[in-house]
């Protein structure tokens, strides 16, 4: 089964992120990147079900600019086969990126396309389930468990409250979620080796894709600064603050 | 050769975030349990922090000296117990077979101390010689096609945890300088090596040193390194440069690290209504902090460019050891300082890091050594 992950570049998520001062985004200039936290995990199940023998290869795909290659690279340096990047300058939403990932799918025929249930920066959630409908292809989102028999793959569901575990047709896009696995660390020689690992560049004109935006940003502004807390004196006063004040209870 | 800017630095980043992630969190753990997890060992050899120095077709890294150094400032970021474990591999373990070994000893030796799946620990030291190296007293006696080793070496780094000693011992007893002495490829379990009790040491617990027994150890001729006599400490004198960088490196790494906690601290902790980090006596003890590590960072790499350029760096070598590890020394005394007296509980760790760095300026040639090294060269220069 030929297995195709979607990675994307985000902000690292131990850096503080800033809101430039106009509000129309986030500082980008300067700031360290890195593969999002959830596209890691898919790669990490792809370079899995390879080393298990039921994965036959692992192409991963990223969409953006062109230093989304160094992403490529860390999922190349994990285990993965070969990267293809679709190369764009222009701002990527979910629908275009779901429509470009759609052009390399029918390049690649994959079985099987895993990605991120989402990522860190603008939390979308939106990718995947835009891909399988464009596709017509099943999906699995939320994944936490992921099992293959003839055909069809069994998928664990993490869901509010609980777990569901559905069956899926092949061909399907499964997306991970935070206890799909722990992602290894790329061994120091593997990221040497990953340089000679093959990346083909492509753009969203080769796919016949327009990805221009759809959505416009209107303001993006930090969450209000947290507030003090307060001490109480006696139960008493907890229970009248806790009715009245936080009108909790 | 030398790594494109894009993977050294995806390389120095996966180191970081092993040790952010995964050695950082045990600290406190190994210097309680005066080991190091197996589980986390065999993490750092599966990522190949074994290999590093240990060129590519012997299944290390082969790393130039100033990635190395690179990725030395990470790994002094946490216990330097843990950059023990690797660093006698990478360093003197290695290193000599590296440079002096035969083709039959690196194909043997190299790729397993690469991969980490033995420990490599230099025997130098004894009793009675320490600085005094060239004086050392172990001997090995040919016997037809084998030496018989006797002697005891002392403080031997890593010697509980060893699969392979670089021996230093006399072969011949009438030379009583460094020319009579010849370098041995020992394998643990060797009928005759036998080991003393770990030392109980005044920090970097989880690192261990012992003493290291030949009793009529018998050694095949072809462990003898190079295949010939009398070159064992010139071999040494060879390893020292790189081993003396890298730990210079790290005692910049740990020197980092001691800052950012103790600025930490320092803005957190409030004292007469403000920061501590407000009072110009504590900004004082961070600023010297700041410049001196930075001026070491800045002598280390340095130094490991010029030795990747080709140049003798003896002199800088020892400059560089000297002046980062008497730093780091003085950094962690402030770290201390400014922690007050949270600094002398072991619960906030500095203390220990405190205890760590005095190795530094004590092993691979005291700050004493150092500084004779320096000025003999200097006055060796100007009379050329």
Known sequence: MKVLVAIKRVIDAYVKVRVKSDGSGVETQNVKMSMNPFCEIAVEEAVRMKEAGIASEVVVVSCGQQNSQETIRTALAMGADRGILVQSDAELQPLAIAKLLKGVVEKEQPELVLMGKQAVDNDFNQTGQMLSA??????????????KSDGKLTVTREIDGGLETIEVALPAVVTADLRLNEPRYASLPNIMKAK???????????????????LSVVKVSEPPARQGGAKVGSVAELVEKLKNEAKVI | MALDEDTLEQLLDTVRRFVRERLVPNEERV???????????????????FGLSVPQEYEGLGLTMSEEVKVA????RTSPAFRSLLG???GIGSQGIVLDGTEEQKHKYLPKLARGEIIGSFALTEPDSGSDASSLRTTARRDGDHYVLNGTKRFITNAPEAGLFTVMARTDTAQKGARGISAFLVEAGTPGLRLGKPDRKMGQRGAHTCDVIFEDCRVPAEQLLGGIEGQGFKTAMKVLDRGRLHISAVCVGVAERLIEDALSYAIERKQFGQPIAEFQLIQAM?????????????????????????????????????FASEMVGRVADRAVQIHGGAGYIADYGVERFYRDVRLFRLYEGTSQIQQLVIARNMIREHSQ
Do not use: H
Request: glycine residues 4%; charged residues 30%.
């Open chain 2, 73 to 76: 400032f990470e790994l002094g």
């Open chain 2, 31 to 49: 210097a309680e349990e005066d080991a190091i997890p197996a589980e986390l060992v065999q993490e750092m050899a599966e990522l190949g922090l």
């Open chain 1, 196 to 214: 000679k690992k093959p990346i083909d560049t492509m753009s969203a004109e080769d796919l016949g894709v327009d990805p221009s935006p759809r």
């Open chain 2, 286 to 322: 961070l600023a010297d902090s700041r410049t001196e590590a930075y001026a070491a960072r800045s002598m280390v790499l340095d130094a490991a460019r010029r030795r990747d350029a080709g140049e003798t760096v003896t002199t800088e070598a020892s400059c560089c050891k000297l």
């Open chain 1, 134 to 147: 464009l596709l017509d292809w099943s999906q699995a989102t939320f994944a936490s468990k992921i099992e």
């Open chain 2, 88 to 90: 006698t591999n990478n």
